[in-house]
């Protein structure tokens, strides 16, 4: 019993509404310390209780507030400087909003998860009253602006203790900052974003650039800066109820200068702060479902879910990794809903260590706009995966190709998705068939191989195993991802495997590098590759003449001869049957034609094509160094694949045998051959004839009387084997040695007679004899002496008087016809017979009566008269079947 289909994600959880509109703001999901200052941006930042309701209460966000309370209280176990840190984007400046709105507005966010959480946690009734100063690194102006110390005066309300020194852009000392914190008279919060973006944009260019200028004069602000924040750090430090809240990255920003500053910075905090992730593990799977929907309609169903998910990996067993097989992950399904984790962790793991990624749109805004496109496409997959990601939308792509530059829209434009359904995945997944139309296989495989292409680190690509994460639902069948994973190897421009990892990159790989040696790849080089491999197979069963192009470059001898075409047969195959040279040709019987298959010639041409474009890349030594260790593996590879496969190709093509006939040239088409049937054309061609006995090693000897005209008494026996290479209605021998063994038995058996000079031999062994003076004579014609002979009787000598008399030589040859006596008509036209044998004899009946009548030509019509007998009796069931297949033969049934 199949069990029953899970429900589509959207089905479960329901998006905001914004989102379901395709009309979010996506500006909400960044948050900007700098503009809720203002009193603009979203609303889901500037009003503190929209903020307090849609922020989940994780627990890294609960103990940043509670210890920042507890500080500010007064109360034990507050740290005075704290640093913000997270990989993920928006969970650092979330924090800070978190601390403002919190500090300036708790009252109103009273009711709320959070703000019970972090009472509870701080171990307080009430929030303290507190000054809160904000400065963010962004939105300030390094040149003209204030200064950090001064901003800092100017909103705890005391500029003028500070006012010197932000004219002269000095920093002030700790006891001056502390005198600061006293006057401002309570608990006083001091946050700080984006601090190492700013003091990195402290360097003043020009003076850098002067001739003669100094580093120092060139960095004399900066310097400045950076001895601010260490005597801040030291104030607050020593100040009751202060506590400075600041965010470093973890990466740094623009480039050697960031790294300067971020560097120094870090050494400045790192004595002193403590260091909070507002969302750790998990708990980001809850941030991102409180943020983009409005909740689960079902959890039965999403246990339901996950278990049918972990059941499948369970039975796949090593082919999944080893965490989606343990228990845990099932749990992480869950609470990932309705997402699946892998998504999840390609872009927090792989995504969110760009340097840009986080700064500007983030994770959120990311899967804000996958869901939007999924829920507006009605999407009905269980779990949303990396697969599933729509590339062809272009908010989508502008998201990723911002963070990696604009070379990869044509990268996801050629390999993987493109508005038109053009891209190879997507040709792939229509070429396929119905399953891979439906899941999108091989689409959905090379988005996820995408998604983990990119990242800050060294860590790029994706096993065939985490693949199977990305794409694997309970409804696909597994073998469907090796089999799409192979051909899009195969078929792909700019996806890479290296170290069992696969993944995109903006340089082409060796498919692209092939496609354009292809197109360079000449006619004529075609041409010539293909001569040269036919000269390979053509093998020596038969003498071959390869390619000609008139009668006169086959010559008219008595040896069995193969001509190999390059082009299907036409005029050229009658001439070299009818003609050598400016003659007519004698020995037709021994001449056939190979020509390709012209439904075949153009699978030919492109096998030649890519083995000559991998030959020369192999070949080309310079482009040979340049390409990586798995690369060259795999041309080698591919070269010895192509080799191959052009050899099949030509036997595949090389199917259509010609041979001289009774009313003009006949051809047969011989099939596709076998894997390893034939090593050689030529082997081919002498098997094909031998199986319809068009070519004999070995003839019954009544057969050699069919080389003698009607009336003709005898033949000399070397014009009875030319007769058989020159007549077409004649099977041809496979050598002399073929007719020698037949006359030595038709004479020891009686069929006919044999002379030698005056010499008779009938009924009795034929040894020592000069062939060429033999003569074939009809039994009717021997000597009546001869004829009256009998077994076990002695053979007398032949009288002069009983030779056979010669044929004239004179006479105008006609070519025989007749296969006995005289009195046997040369042809019948009408042959009848009626037969009576078992049933399980029908097969050699088949083969040995309608076979060779079909063969001649003739149209047969077969009267079956069927009884049949049963003790147990037949059924009428079986009857009712028997009289539908007669009805579909269209077979006359004359008694039933």
């Known amino acids: 019993m199949r069990p029953m289909a899970l429900p589509a994600w959207r089905e479960v959880a329901l998006p905001h509404e914004d989102i379901r509109r395709g009309r979010f703001d996506e500006s909400t999901f960044a948050a900007d310390l700098a503009d809720v200052l203002a009193g603009r941006g979203p609303l889901e930042y500037r009003d503190p209780l929209t903020f307090f309701r849609k922020t989940y209460p994780t627990k890294g966000m609960v103990r940043l507030l509670g210890a920042v309370v507890r500080r500010l209280s007064g109360e034990k176990g507050g740290e005075p400087v704290v640093q913000i840190q997270t990989p993920f984007g928006g969970g650092k400046t979330h924090g800070l909003v978190a601390l403002y709105h919190l500090f300036r507005s708790g009252e109103e966010a009273r009711g709320t998860e959070l703000y019970a959480r972090v009472l509870e946690e701080a171990g307080v009734e009430r929030i303290p009253e507190a000054k809160v100063a904000v400065f963010v690194g962004t939105a300030a102006d390094p040149l003209k602006g204030r200064t950090p110390w001064g901003e800092l005066a100017l909103q705890l309300g005391h500029y003028g203790l500070l006012e010197e020194h932000d004219k002269a852009r000095q920093a002030p000392g700790k006891e001056r900052l502390y005198e600061l914190f006293r006057a401002a008279g309570g608990p006083v919060l001091i946050l700080m974003d984006e601090v190492a973006e700013y003091v990195a944009r402290t360097v003043d260019p020009k003076a850098l650039q002067k001739e003669g200028g100094s580093l120092e004069g060139g960095r004399a602000y900066q310097t400045q800066v950076l001895a601010f924040f260490q005597e801040l750090t030291e104030a607050v430090k020593v100040a009751p109820q202060v506590a400075l809240v600041m965010t470093i990255p973890s990466s740094a920003p623009y480039g050697e200068e960031g790294e300067r500053a971020l560097l120094q910075l870090q050494r400045i905090a790192g004595r002193l702060e403590a260091i909070y992730e507002p969302v750790k593990g998990w708990e980001i799977y809850d941030v991102i479902r409180t943020r983009l929907f409005e909740g689960i309609r079902d959890e039965g169903a999403v246990r339901k879910v996950a278990e049918r998910y972990f059941e499948l990996y369970r039975r796949l067993g090593t082919e999944v990794p080893d965490e989606a097989r343990d228990p845990a992950y099932r749990e992480r399904m869950r609470r990932a809903y309705p997402f699946h984790p892998e998504l999840i962790d390609a872009l927090y793991e792989r995504w969110g260590t760009l340097s840009t990624f986080q700064r500007t749109r983030g994770v959120l805004r990311l899967l804000a706009e996958i869901v939007a496109d999924l829920y507006g496409r009605e999407h009905s997959a269980p779990l949303i995966h990396s697969a599933h990601v729509n590339l062809a939308n272009p908010s989508i792509r502008r998201e990723l190709v911002k963070h990696i530059g604009n070379e990869f829209d044509s990268v996801i434009a050629a390999d993987i998705a493109d508005p038109e359904g053009q891209a190879k995945a997507q040709r792939l997944d229509r070429e396929m068939g119905s399953e891979y139309v439906r ?55 700019y996806l890479h495997e290296a170290s069992g990892l696969y993944y995109f990159s903006s340089q082409p790989n060796l498919n692209r590098i092939v496609v354009e040696r292809e197109n360079a790849v000449d006619p004529e080089q075609i041409r010539q590759a293909l001569r040269e491999r036919l000269e390979r197979i053509a093998g020596r069963e038969l003498r071959v003449y390869l390619e000609p192009h008139s009668p006169q470059d086959v010559p008219d001898t008595k040896e069995l001869k193969l001509a190999i075409l390059s082009e299907p047969s036409g005029s050229l195959a009658e001439e070299l049957l009818e003609k050598a040279g400016t003659t007519f040709r004698t020995y037709k019987n021994t001449l056939f034609l190979l020509s390709p298959d012209p439904n075949s010639l153009g699978d030919l041409h492109r096998a030649a094509r890519r083995y000559l474009a991998l030959r020369s890349i192999r070949e080309d030594r310079t482009l040979y160094g340049q390409l990586s260790a798995e690369n060259r593996h795999r041309l080698d590879e591919l070269l010895r694949e192509a080799d191959g496969a052009l050899t099949q190709k030509l036997f595949m093509a090389y199917r259509r045998l010609t041979k001289p006939g009774r009313q003009g040239p006949e051809t047969y088409d011989m099939g596709i051959p076998t894997v390893g049937e034939a090593s050689t054309l030529a082997k081919r061609v002498y098997e094909y004839l031998k199986a319809r006995e068009f070519l004999l090693e070995r003839i019954a000897p009544r057969h050699l009387l069919s080389a003698l005209a009607q009336g003709e008494t005898g033949k000399p026996l070397q014009e009875v084997y030319e007769a058989f290479l020159r007549y077409p209605h004649l099977p041809v021998l496979k050598g002399w040695e073929v007719l020698e063994e037949a006359v030595r038995k038709g ?35 021997l000597p009546p002496e001869r004829e009256s002979v009998v077994d076990g009787e002695k053979k007398g000598e032949a009288s002069s008087e009983g030779v056979a008399p010669k044929p004239d030589s004179s006479e105008e040859e006609v070519p025989p016809d007749s296969s006995g006596g005289e009195a046997r008509p040369e042809r019948v036209q009408e042959y009848t017979v009626k037969v009576r044998l078992p049933w399980n004899r029908l097969s050699d009946f088949l083969r040995g009566v309608l076979m060779p009548l079909q063969r001649e030509g003739a149209e047969m019509e077969l009267q079956i008269e069927l009884r049949a007998r049963s003790q147990e009796g037949i059924p009428r069931a079986t009857l009712d079947k028997i009289r539908e297949t007669l009805d579909q033969l269209q077979a006359k049934v004359e008694e039933a």
């Open 439 to 493: 899941f999108q296989v091989a689409s959905g495989l090379a988005t996820a191989i995408f998604l983990y292409s990119f990242s800050g680190g060294e860590r790029k690509g994706a096993s065939p195993a985490q693949l199977r994460l990305a794409v694997l639902r309970p409804e696909v069948p597994p073998p469907l991802v090796g089999d799409a994973l192979g051909r899009l190897r195969e078929l792909l421009w």
């Open 747 to 781: 004479v020891a058996e009686g069929t006919f007679g044999l002379r030698v000079g005056e010499r008779y031999y009938f009924q009795e062994p034929v040894l020592g004899i000069a062939w060429e003076e033999a003569f074939l004579v009809r039994k009717e014609a």
